[in-house]
């Protein structure tokens, strides 16, 4: 035990010792029936008497915080807990401290579920997540591998693993995009911390602070948070029915010198546009003409429900120009924390030499666990069946929002994805109208977040049509309905 | 499956089709008994005709890549692989590309072992890495705690956890934290991704490029590699065998104005010392005349073999100067992949919401299974044991070092920790020493990769004594003695 102690003052140190411990026992940070160590180990782990430890021991007995039994040592003893106070109020902050002002930062998903579940309302209804239905997947079968995997891997499945991934399961995460119609090689596959991870990698390698960036405007609100915590430049590219506008990005690239293009092609998010074949290829061939890298964040990509597949922007550039970002989080377990990189040339060094410095490697034993896991067969099944689950929740929400919402919102109906973006009747603005959804019972994200300029987008909201039951979605439709007409009253 | 396909070039549209599933194919993407999609699933994905997916489908079953079982499908047939080249060689790299030189950087502990086992060796024992011995932990006891974890929480420990990290395990670390002398709340925890994660966070969160950072000199080699990727100006303070030098400290701070001072106090990384008991007062008194945050780095501090015990920094520090970090992976099990941040004051939320944009939460399955596994009382059980193995572990190599080593080396005995750090006699260069040393089985790192001028301490080296078992250690120092005479000859 390290208990700080100072022989320069004049408290004796059986107090000092004493009154240690005693914040510790009443703040229950040592619990009861905890023992304390032994007399002669705290006095040599301290280079004090065995006294001044009797002493220390003998205070707090008689104040009743701990008790002895003879030959078997000292205890803690049950108490009313008196919690430490999170901020010392006494304490002086140190002036470094006080730069760290309270940033303005949007809700995320689960802080706005938390205002919906403040509502109190019986049967809360949210439409306001970014993933998928963690229900969906089989959790009892992903146990049984992990299990099996501890068993055949022992402890290696507990050391560290290279930086890059464990080679297996960039393996088999190759397998799984070429069967979706993208191939690329086991060495240009880097395994990362979700996708989260993977678009920040990317940012760091190839931006500075106050450089350029040009997104889809609106574009993945995270992402958008990111980019300004590290200090870049965003600049919004305008997006229809068809994705992002490419004819108007070389005016962009010609203005900017952007360092970066981040873009979500398929089923975008918050949109859940996807980007038309013509405007892909003029894309990449911009792209190349500015010389600007373009990250592709595919996080539901495979997830189509009708119409044809478009080719990821990676499957289409034979130079390196595209970096490519996956993931399994959004689609199978999110907690797992496991997405990935596919980069070409020099780059895919720089993005491991990063993650190394940043995390050292993601867990071996989830990994491992991973490898087992996903295999083609077991993701094509998954997907087949995640695809008919979602269609029919995306159908059930389109016929909900045209028989419940007023006949002024505006929308398209998604192919694929996750998501319906919702344009409200003139004159309302989201931000609004969620209070009063959520005192009805139900939640989404308000639009305006997928902004870079937070005040655009006020009348757009993102409904996430994968994450709820069918029979919640048309209830959920309903009181949303219902916060709108409160709205126009 | 989205294959990417071109109507404005003349090859025919089944020709494209078939030319990518024969890549995918003879690349071995595509793997022997897979079954293609049926032919009017393709046609749909990719909106073409049902015949050409037929006409490219005949196309592979004539070149003996596919067959076709009727009524079942068309299925890979095993091939010779040729194997996608890394790079493309014919692909022209994008001009932004080519900033990414190669580089200078020093070897892994890893890589250094690959050195070493290139040597062919019958049996080669590495003195080189940076964590103890994982063989110790109870590998069979942590997977049951996983099988019950899951059990118990089913689909919860597969969603997505906070951000700061899962309540229950922050709870459990401030327990084990005033088990060991350090008081703090769960909300002044931040669990992250290893230490490493933690220190990369508190560097990203207190410096911009170009800021000064103090660090002991020598000092953790991949904490030097992150904050020269940073862009930060590294500056040293000159260590002897009570830690820093605390005495040459402010001078320091008034010519270079340090945005942060990083620091190793116990059982330093790599040297081994311990941070004398009025130093650790001076430090903090500089820190704070002079407005400076102090990174703690405690890795082992808990791993001490004798002697009496130094209290953390953190437990020093009334007023929220220090951030203190600590991890589970160097002593229990680094593929883990936890660590954590303990800081009071505004600086927390910045921290966590960094922690948020760079990978959104560390895997909520593992949080749960080691909140599960780490008791206090387990704890202090796994620290003892490994404190008794690694004390015999550290004399048996103090006792061959000098019955087999040339009496000119030089070296402290350490009083807890992992590593000894030796200085070789005059004229010896570990760098040079090491290819040798490989030959004979036996590895270390130099010392010069833990100076942020790797010109600096070339004589020196680090042996980590705690990583095997004891009847290695002595052959390993008699391979090293032998390596040394070859370089004298």
């Given at each position: 035990m390290r208990i700080p102690i100072d022989r320069e003052i004049d408290t004796p140190l059986y107090q000092q010792i004493g009154a240690y411990l005693k914040k510790a026992i009443l703040s229950g940070?040592?619990?009861?029936d905890t023992r304390l160590p032994a007399y002669r180990q705290l006095a040599n782990d301290l280079g004090v008497n065995r006294a001044t430890i009797e002493n220390a021991y003998a205070l707090l007995e008689s104040e009743g915080l701990v008790f002895s039994r003879m030959g078997s040592g000292t205890y803690v003893l049950p108490q009313n807990l008196f919690p430490l106070s999170k901020q010392n109020k006494e304490a002086t902050l140190p002036l470094w401290q006080k730069n760290f002002q309270t940033e303005e930062s949007t809700f995320t998903a689960s802080q706005l579920d938390e205002l919906l579940y403040k509502s109190k309302h019986p049967h809360p209804i949210s439409f306001a997540s970014g993933i998928s239905d963690t229900r969906q997947f089989p959790s009892d079968e992903f146990r049984k591998i992990l299990q099996s995997v501890m068993r055949r891997d022992q402890i290696s499945a507990l050391e560290y693993g290279e930086s890059n991934g464990y080679a297996p399961l960039r393996e088999g995460i190759t397998n799984i995009l070429a069967s979706q119609g993208l191939q690329t090689n086991a060495e240009n596959v880097l395994i990362t911390a979700g996708s989260q991870q993977a678009i920040f990698l990317v940012a760091q390698v190839l931006l500075k602070p106050n450089d350029i960036i040009l997104v889809e405007s609106p574009t993945y609100s995270v992402a958008i948070d990111l980019f300004r915590a590290l200090g870049f430049q965003i600049i919004g590219i305008p997006m229809d029915s068809q994705g992002m506008q490419v004819e108007k990005l070389e005016k962009l690239l010609q203005q900017h010198h952007p360092k970066l293009i981040y873009t979500i092609p398929n089923f975008h998010n918050p949109t859940g546009t996807c980007l038309s074949s013509p405007r892909r290829r003029e894309l990449i061939l911009l792209a190349e003409k500015y010389n600007v890298p373009i990250l592709e964040d595919?996080?539901?990509?495979?997830?189509?429900?009708?119409?044809h597949a478009q080719p990821s922007l990676k499957a289409l550039d034979p130079n390196g120009q595209v970096i490519y970002v996956g993931t399994f989080?959004?689609?199978?377990?999110?907690?797992?924390?496991v997405g990935f990189i596919v980069a070409d040339g020099p780059v895919y060094d720089r993005l491991l030499n990063f993650k190394r410095l940043s995390d050292l490697a993601t867990s071996t034993l989830i990994q491992r666990a991973l490898d087992a896991y996903v295999t083609v067969g077991r993701y094509q099944t998954y997907l087949h069946r995640s695809s008919q689950a979602f269609r029919k929740r995306r159908d059930v929400m389109v016929d909900s929002i045209r028989k419940y919402l007023p006949s002024k919102v505006v929308f398209d109906i998604p192919t694929g994805g996750l998501f319906i973006w919702l344009k409200l009747p003139n004159g309302i603005f989201a931000e609004d109208l969620l209070p009063l959804a959520c005192k009805e019972g139900v939640s989404f994200m308000p639009g305006?977040?997928?902004?870079?300029?937070?005040?655009?987008?006020?009348e757009w909201l993102r409904l996430n049509f994968a994450s709820q039951p069918v029979e919640d979605i048309e209830e959920g439709i309903i009181r949303l309905g219902k916060a709108m007409r409160g709205m126009k009253a």
């Open positions: 940070k040592l619990t009861a595919d996080f539901v990509g495979d997830l189509r429900y009708e119409g989080s959004k689609m199978l377990m999110p907690g797992l924390r305006n977040y997928f902004f870079v300029d937070n005040k655009d987008g006020k």
